[in-house]
């Protein structure tokens, strides 16, 4: 019997949402359970609600099935009052949101490489990993099951642009981004300071499933950046104020003020995410023009298909010295539009010292990426506002 306050969880512990989800759950102390995805129940009940295969799916103590990692978090922020995990500025607010959408889209592509592009190296832990997402049965009949699953995703790469001629400049960005997490993890136990907050759930969703534990990007981490692993720790456990970090005040900075060096983080992010959602934008843009009918609620996928990761055409475009070709991701311009609408609505004041940040970090030309039409989500899918 499940107690009357609990969430259920289902997911797996390889899969790189579910992480986020579960580390927002352990941080926020709700009681919850965690089910694996390849249990009867999610296959026979949950798929249905949701209207399309996914992990993670949270079922609320009255019985409500949410999907998507954001969704959930949003719902159990507005029930459940402490911890508190929003920052007080506004401006740390829209960072913290920025970052979320960062770690939750721009990552997931290397994230993605570092488990497929190096399976040989990796194949019996991610065997048994995905051994478990498929139904229970003799486990050497299952780690052979698993194969055909785990075919299912590495075929994403090219999709998602991961080919051997930007492979180097891929590796190279996570590198950067790295060493500037690990200069801030050195000295501060989250990335906005004494607290974690959306940004910090945002980014464990790479970092932790995929790049903390899969074996080859694990011991990159652990020995390129031992502070940015020891946070993925940190992120997994209910106390907030860290033994490493003992006077730490268990808050965040006063005056809307950031850790000095976020601001390198900062930078990071418009300097490398930049030219992908400019490419995402226009392609968006010219596919909501060729619409013959563009009501409230069209489904913003090419062929109008019920996805996870719905395109709407192929982009390519120069990055960092390679050409990056994928299909494009209007679920980044929907999570990056979240932290456009809390800067639009900064009061004068706010949005001045926003302004200053942007042109220290080189982020104002992102900042003003702007989609014809808002993307909005309904039913578990992204459609036209
Ligand atoms: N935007 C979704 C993404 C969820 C997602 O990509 N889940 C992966 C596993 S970690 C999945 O179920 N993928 C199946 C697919 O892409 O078809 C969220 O935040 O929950």
């Not at 500025?89 to 994230?111: E, I, K």
Request: negative net charge; aromatic residues 10%.
């Amino acid at each position: 019997m499940m107690m009357s306050d609990t969430y259920t969880l289902w997911g797996t512990p390889h899969s790189l949402f579910t992480g986020k989800v579960r580390s927002y759950l352990i941080k926020k102390r709700v009681p919850y359970r965690e089910i694996v995805s390849s249990d009867a129940r999610f296959l026979s009940e949950v798929v249905a609600r949701v209207g399309h295969r996914v992990i993670p799916v949270m079922q609320t103590p009255e019985g409500e099935i949410v999907q998507d990692t954001t969704a959930i978090i949003d719902l159990v922020e507005q029930r459940v009052a402490t911890p508190d995990f929003t920052p007080p500025g506004p401006v740390q607010q829209v960072v913290a949101h920025l970052l979320d959408a960062f770690g939750s889209n721009y990552l997931m592509p290397l994230a993605m490489h570092y488990r497929w592009s190096y399976r040989a190296q990796q194949e019996l832990f991610l065997r048994s990993e995905f051994a478990r997402a498929v139904p229970p049965m003799e486990h050497g009949q299952r780690l052979e099951t698993a194969g055909k699953l785990m075919l299912r995703f590495a075929d994403f790469l090219p999709g998602l642009g991961v080919t051997p001629a930007v492979i180097p400049a891929m590796e190279a960005s996570y590198a950067e981004l790295l060493a500037a997490l690990e200069q801030h993890f050195q000295q501060h136990p989250y990335l906005l300071g004494g607290r974690p907050s959306i940004a910090d759930f945002g980014m464990m969703a790479p970092l932790y499933a995929h790049l903390a534990r899969d074996p080859v990007p694990a011991f990159l981490m652990k020995t390129t950046a031992p502070s940015v692993f020891r946070w993925t720790e940190r992120m997994n456990s209910p106390e907030i104020i860290d033994t490493d970090y003992p006077d730490y005040p268990d808050s965040f900075p006063a005056d809307d003020a950031l850790p000095h060096t976020l601001e390198a983080v900062l930078a990071l992010v418009f300097a490398h995410w930049g030219p992908g959602l400019n490419a995402d934008t226009a392609c968006f843009n010219a596919w909501l023009a060729e619409l013959e009918t563009a009501a409230p609620g069209t489904l913003v996928s090419h062929n109008n298909g019920r996805k996870v990761h719905p395109h709407v055409g192929w982009i390519s475009y120069p990055w960092r010295g390679v050409v990056m070709e994928r299909a494009s991701h209007p679920h980044s311009l929907w999570h990056f539009s979240r932290a456009q609408a809390l800067a639009d609505n900064l009061a004068v004041t706010d949005q001045e010292r926003l302004g200053v940040l942007l042109d220290r970090t080189g982020g104002r030309e992102m900042m003003a990426l702007r989609t014809d039409r808002a993307i909005t989500r309904q039913d578990n899918v992204l459609v036209l506002a």
